[in-house]
């Protein structure tokens, strides 16, 4: 079975500008969580969506959204990029939820590799 | 709110030797608790992972952790480390609120030849 894959790998952009990044979650996963990682701030948790809807948010600006389609597929927007919003941005996908709410594995993907200039 | 503490930025041991990681965790429940590594360039990898049940859990790659509530630690060990072990181990805590992860800050482990 195909893991998590995440597009692009790599991205530069400059400040100012918005960047939307890509997700495709293993095959029969139904959520997808996004986290970004720094050298100063760690794993942080941005978001999850479950069957198109965002269930969580993490403590994050309103420059960062997301969406998730009908095909689980997971796309990520960070608008007027700022410097700090250089980072290594992860999708993770988790079968579907169990209504005894018991955690599934996270699953990663390689991540994208963001910087701002 | 769960929080995770890895009080060890690096550790740095010889190849062969044993190998243990330190994990604190802050949750107010039950925890479920996974061990992640992260090679260079890479995404995170499952380890291991406790949800209940034998508080000695088994994962993959040789590695084992054992949960102690008393403590409020779970300790990542192996017994034998090779060459190919180094990189960056995270322990987690999953959150009740949604599904969602917190993190520690991790631990770099080098292995000296």
């Known amino acids: 079975k195909a893991g998590v894959t995440q597009t692009p790998r790599y991205l530069i952009k400059t400040r100012g500008q918005q960047v939307t990044l890509s997700c495709s979650p293993i095959?029969?996963?139904?959520?997808v969580s996004w986290y970004q990682q720094t050298p100063g701030q760690g794993l942080q948790f941005l978001f999850e969506?479950?069957?198109?809807?965002?269930?969580n948010k993490g403590n994050f600006p309103g420059r960062f959204s997301g969406r998730q389609f009908s095909n689980s597929r997971s796309e990520m927007n960070v608008s007027t990029l700022e410097l700090g919003d250089s980072a290594l941005y992860l999708c993770?996908?988790?079968?579907?939820?169990?209504?005894?709410?018991?955690?599934?594995?996270?699953?990663f993907g390689p991540g994208t590799r963001l910087t701002v200039t | 709110a769960q929080s995770v503490t890895q009080p060890d930025i690096h550790i740095t041991v010889s190849e062969g030797a044993s190998l243990e990681l330190r994990c604190n965790y802050s949750?107010?429940?039950?925890?479920?608790l996974f061990w992640y590594v992260q090679s260079p360039g890479q995404g995170l990898q499952l380890l291991l992972k406790?949800?209940?049940?034998?508080?000695l859990v088994q994962g993959i790659k040789g590695f084992e952790a054992e949960f102690k509530r008393s403590q409020s630690s779970f300790n990542l060990r192996k017994p034998s480390v090779h060459w190919s072990d180094a990189a960056e181990y995270f322990c987690?805590?999953?959150?009740?609120?949604?599904?969602?992860?917190?993190f520690g800050g991790g631990t770099r482990l080098m292995v000296k030849p």
């Open positions: 095959s029969g996963h139904r959520s």
């Open positions: 949750y107010g429940a039950t925890p479920y």
């Open positions: 969506y479950f069957s198109e809807t965002q269930r």
């Open positions: 987690a805590v999953w959150g009740n609120a949604g599904n969602m992860l917190t």
């Open positions: 406790y949800f209940s049940g034998d508080t």
């Open positions: 993770a996908s988790s079968l579907l939820w169990g209504g005894n709410e018991l955690p599934y594995e996270q699953y």
